[in-house]
């Protein structure tokens, strides 16, 4: 059909108006909607380890036509685990757990990818097989620590360095958690390379003392995570796979003497594997739950990774709407004000008030309560694009 020039200048126009966040991105094979992302989020409802039917309804209520979703973080094995009842992908029953969620991001029409991670030293015994030692790249203990809502994080062992030799098979944990995702029917994997867990942990040179081939040196330190890398991209194609980085932060005492050196060597390296995208948390997400004044910014990482780059951290919709204006980011994932609020797009796109969070209730164990019962708009208040 033929397009009139009037019609060409109204679309253009239309197109101006738009709101940044609320503008179309194509993300690889996958078409956005919008830039508005479900950031991986721990909800510690996961009985046993196993996804729960409970979680159906929790991301279908957060699934748009279009929208990218990243699951919580997914235990790549049973030595991957440092919280009660947080999901693994590492089983049969976890899998097959896992399916019906995904049915249901997917018959909304959402793309959903799943975070697989392992927590390193951030564990105890009662967490580990056999009540064995957590595992980490060095056998520093970590202080007590402060989750986002005050309470403490549950009592931590001292970790057993990884012997060299053993390492590939962590690899290998994450290469068979990759295709599991596949077969539960997810869209990709994201590798959780954040936060202080294990592979934050041989990232950084506050944490990593080691002095083989995974230590030392940059290049050494980054060594595993690449590896890692290597593997799922091997395994399921790199335009599966996405990875998120905190080069800035120092959660769980992971801290690093030049991080932004850090970061921009992290990007050029998955950006020569070609994955899916580079997920970053801003430098001013220092510790949980806080904002620091930071000269720092992401603008020399997502400068360094050629592919879609998600920038987290403390983003409010104008600052949202400002990163993907001045092309900071292409797109933005948003934690607690997306728990909060299921219906996250389409308050933005009205510039409706947002429901507040309440940190008490991020890990309690209750199926509905701060889980499924935040509420939506009413439909009075307007109609929207994203339902």
């Given at each position: 059909?033929?397009?009139?020039?009037?019609?060409?200048?109204?679309?253009?126009?239309?197109?101006?108006?738009k709101?940044?966040?609320?503008?179309?991105?194509?993300?690889g094979n996958?078409?956005?909607?919008?830039?508005?992302v479900?950031?991986?989020?721990?909800?510690?409802?996961?009985?046993?380890?196993?996804?729960?039917?409970?979680?159906?309804?929790?991301?279908?209520?957060?699934?748009?036509?279009?929208?990218?979703?990243i699951?919580?973080?997914?235990?790549?094995?049973?030595?991957a685990?440092?919280?009660?009842?947080?999901?693994?992908?590492?089983?049969?029953?976890?899998?097959?757990?896992?399916k019906p969620?995904?049915?249901?991001?997917?018959a909304?029409?959402?793309i959903?990818?799943?975070?697989?991670g392992?927590?390193?030293?951030?564990?105890?015994?009662?967490?580990q097989?056999?009540?064995?030692a957590p595992?980490?790249c060095?056998?520093?203990g970590l202080?007590?620590?402060?989750?986002?809502n005050g309470?403490?994080?549950?009592?931590?062992?001292?970790?057993?360095?990884l012997?060299t030799?053993?390492?590939?098979?962590?690899?290998?944990d994450?290469?068979?958690?990759?295709r599991n995702?596949?077969?539960?029917?997810?869209?990709?994997?994201?590798?959780?390379?954040?936060h202080?867990y294990l592979?934050d942990?041989?990232?950084?040179?506050?944490?990593?003392?080691?002095?083989d081939?995974y230590?030392g040196t940059?290049?050494n330190?980054?060594?595993?995570?690449?590896?890692?890398?290597?593997?799922v991209v091997?395994?399921?194609?790199?335009d599966?796979?996405?990875?998120?980085l905190?080069?800035?932060?120092?959660?769980?005492e992971?801290?690093?003497?030049?991080p932004e050196a850090?970061g921009?060597y992290m990007?050029?390296?998955?950006?020569k594997?070609?994955?899916?995208?580079?997920?970053m948390?801003?430098p001013?997400?220092?510790?949980?739950?806080?904002?620091?004044e930071?000269?720092?910014s992401l603008?020399?990482?997502?400068?360094?990774?050629?592919?879609?780059f998600?920038a987290?951290?403390?983003?409010?919709?104008?600052d949202?709407?400002?990163?993907?204006?001045?092309?900071y980011a292409?797109?933005?994932?948003?934690?607690?004000?997306?728990?909060?609020?299921?219906?996250?797009?389409r308050?933005?796109?009205?510039?409706?008030?947002?429901?507040?969070?309440d940190?008490?209730t991020?890990?309690?164990?209750?199926p509905v309560?701060g889980y499924?019962?935040y509420p939506?708009?009413?439909?009075s208040?307007?109609?929207?694009?994203?339902?």
């Amino acid at each position: 059909m033929e397009v009139k020039e009037e019609d060409r200048i109204d679309a253009t126009t239309s197109n101006e108006n738009k709101i940044p966040l609320l503008t179309p991105y194509k993300m690889g094979n996958f078409l956005l909607t919008h830039r508005v992302v479900l950031a991986p989020l721990t909800r510690q409802r996961s009985y046993g380890n196993v996804p729960q039917p409970h979680a159906i309804l929790y991301y279908a209520q957060r699934t748009t036509k279009g929208g990218l979703l990243i699951s919580e973080a997914t235990g790549v094995s049973d030595t991957a685990q440092g919280y009660t009842d947080t999901p693994g992908i590492w089983t049969k029953e976890q899998v097959e757990a896992w399916k019906p969620i995904v049915d249901a991001v997917h018959a909304k029409g959402g793309i959903f990818i799943c975070q697989l991670g392992h927590v390193g030293r951030v564990s105890n015994y009662g967490f580990q097989p056999n009540g064995q030692a957590p595992i980490s790249c060095t056998d520093k203990g970590l202080t007590p620590q402060i989750r986002a809502n005050g309470d403490p994080v549950e009592d931590l062992s001292p970790p057993r360095r990884l012997k060299t030799e053993e390492i590939p098979q962590i690899v290998n944990d994450f290469r068979i958690a990759s295709r599991n995702a596949i077969e539960a029917g997810f869209d990709g994997v994201e590798i959780h390379g954040a936060h202080g867990y294990l592979l934050d942990q041989f990232l950084k040179d506050h944490v990593n003392d080691r002095t083989d081939i995974y230590g030392g040196t940059l290049e050494n330190r980054c060594r595993f995570p690449l590896e890692v890398i290597e593997a799922v991209v091997n395994e399921i194609g790199a335009d599966r796979v996405g990875m998120r980085l905190s080069p800035f932060a120092s959660y769980m005492e992971s801290g690093d003497s030049n991080p932004e050196a850090l970061g921009v060597y992290m990007a050029e390296s998955l950006g020569k594997y070609g994955i899916l995208y580079c997920h970053m948390i801003e430098p001013r997400m220092k510790l949980v739950g806080e904002k620091f004044e930071t000269p720092h910014s992401l603008l020399r990482v997502r400068k360094a990774f050629k592919g879609t780059f998600i920038a987290t951290g403390g983003y409010t919709r104008e600052d949202g709407n400002k990163a993907i204006a001045e092309n900071y980011a292409d797109l933005v994932a948003y934690g607690r004000w997306f728990l909060a609020n299921p219906d996250l797009p389409r308050r933005f796109e009205l510039n409706a008030p947002l429901n507040k969070y309440d940190r008490e209730t991020f890990y309690t164990s209750d199926p509905v309560h701060g889980y499924v019962d935040y509420p939506f708009l009413e439909s009075s208040t307007g109609t929207a694009v994203f339902n």
